[in-house]
C-alpha cells in the first residue's frame, strides 16, 4: 500500500455526507505467525488485559437492536462469522455471532473514542449504537441478546480527523450518558512507544464478541508522522479498537487500517497469514494526536 505525503485533512463535528465504515479503508486486516486472539474466558488472558476490556465496546447500527424477553434485554444480529465471510469451517470462531461493523474505548464518563471512518458525521453518529461487554466470559455463553444497561448511543461528534494518506484516523464522541461501571483508560499523551516493544490489541474483529489479542511488536514508528506500524492480528471490525502497551495497559493508538483480511482457498475463504516480520503491518494512530481532545483523568 503506497502512503501519500498530503492528503484533504478534516477536523469536525459532522459533514454533509454519510460513509459506512464497510467502505472506508479500514477493512483490512491479517494473521501475523500464530494467532493470538483470544476470547475472554481464556486461561492466557492477564487480570490486566481483562480489566481494560471492560473499557472497551462493539459499535453497531441501532436499528439492529430489537426487544428481547427478559426484562430490559436486547437482541442482537445472530449471523454467524463463518456464514457472512464465507469461510472455511476450519476457520476459528466459525460458529461465533458478528453484530458489529466497529470498536471503540472509553476515555472519559461519557467521552468515548474510535475510529474517524466508523463515526463520519452528525448521521453516523444518531444511527449507531455502542454496546459495552459483549464477549464470552464463560465458554459457551448465549449472546443473543444484551442488558439495555451495557448499550449507549453517540450523541454528538466532539472531534474527528480522517486523513487517509497518513493514517490520522480518529473519532472523539460524547456519549447519551456517563457509563456506569467501567472505568475511563489512560491514554500516552506525550512521547511514544518504542520499536520491538509489545502491544496488545482489544476489540471486535469482524464484528466478533471481545478479543483480546496480545503477542504484538511495533515495526516502526517515525517521530514525524502521527501513526506506527505493528504486527497485529486485526480485522476489519478492529477499526477503532484501542492498543494498548502490553505492559503497562496505556493506549498507544487507535487501529485503523491493513493487510487483507480473507483469501480464497477453493469455494471458501481462510484468514490471509503472514510472518512476524513479513507484509506491511498494520497501522495505529497514536494517541499523542487525539489526547488534546481528551481532558486528562
Not at 477536523?11 to 472506508?24: E, N, Q, Y
Not at 462469522?81 to 460458529?95: A, M
Not at 470498536?103 to 467521552?111: A, I, R
Not at 493508538?253 to 507484509?279: M, P, W
Amino acid at each position: 500500500m503506497q502512503y501519500l505525503s498530503k492528503f484533504g485533512r478534516i477536523v469536525l463535528a459532522a459533514s454533509a455526507a454519510f460513509t459506512l465504515a464497510s467502505t472506508a479503508f479500514g477493512n483490512d486486516r491479517v494473521i501475523y505467525g500464530s494467532d493470538d486472539r483470544r476470547d475472554l474466558f481464556e486461561s492466557s488472558n492477564t487480570a490486566l488485559h481483562l480489566e481494560l476490556a471492560r473499557s472497551t465496546a462493539m459499535i453497531l447500527h441501532k436499528a439492529d437492536l430489537t426487544r428481547a424477553p427478559g426484562r430490559n434485554r436486547l437482541g442482537v444480529p445472530t449471523g454467524t462469522f463463518g456464514d457472512l465471510q464465507q469461510l472455511c469451517s476450519s476457520e476459528p470462531f466459525f460458529d461465533q455471532p458478528t453484530p458489529g461493523f466497529c470498536s471503540g474505548f472509553l476515555v472519559g464518563e461519557d467521552l468515548f473514542v474510535t475510529a474517524g471512518h466508523c463515526i463520519t458525521d452528525a448521521e453516523s453518529c444518531s444511527s449507531a449504537a455502542l454496546v459495552f461487554g459483549f464477549g464470552y466470559e464463560t465458554q459457551g455463553q448465549d449472546l443473543d441478546s444484551v442488558s439495555g444497561d451495557d448499550v449507549y448511543h453517540c450523541s454528538s461528534i466532539v472531534a474527528r480527523v480522517q486523513n487517509p494518506g497518513l493514517a490520522e484516523d480518529f473519532a472523539v464522541i460524547k456519549l447519551d450518558r456517563a457509563v456506569v461501571g467501567r472505568e475511563p483508560l489512560k491514554l500516552r499523551r506525550r512521547g511514544s512507544i518504542a520499536v520491538g516493544d509489545g502491544v496488545t490489541v482489544i476489540g471486535h474483529p469482524s464484528g466478533l464478541p471481545t478479543k483480546i489479542t496480545s503477542g504484538g511488536k511495533v515495526r516502526s514508528n517515525s517521530v514525524e508522522l502521527p501513526y506506527f506500524v505493528a504486527n497485529t492480528d486485526t480485522y476489519g471490525g478492529n477499526s477503532g479498537s484501542a492498543v494498548f502497551n502490553t505492559t503497562t495497559g496505556e493506549v498507544e493508538g487507535i487501529l485503523v487500517r491493513g493487510e487483507t483480511d480473507f483469501v480464497a482457498h477453493g469455494d471458501c475463504q481462510i484468514s490471509y497469514k503472514c510472518t512476524e516480520s513479513n507484509c506491511r503491518g498494520e497501522d495505529i494512530t497514536k494517541a499523542s494526536i487525539f489526547a488534546a481532545h481528551v481532558p486528562a483523568l
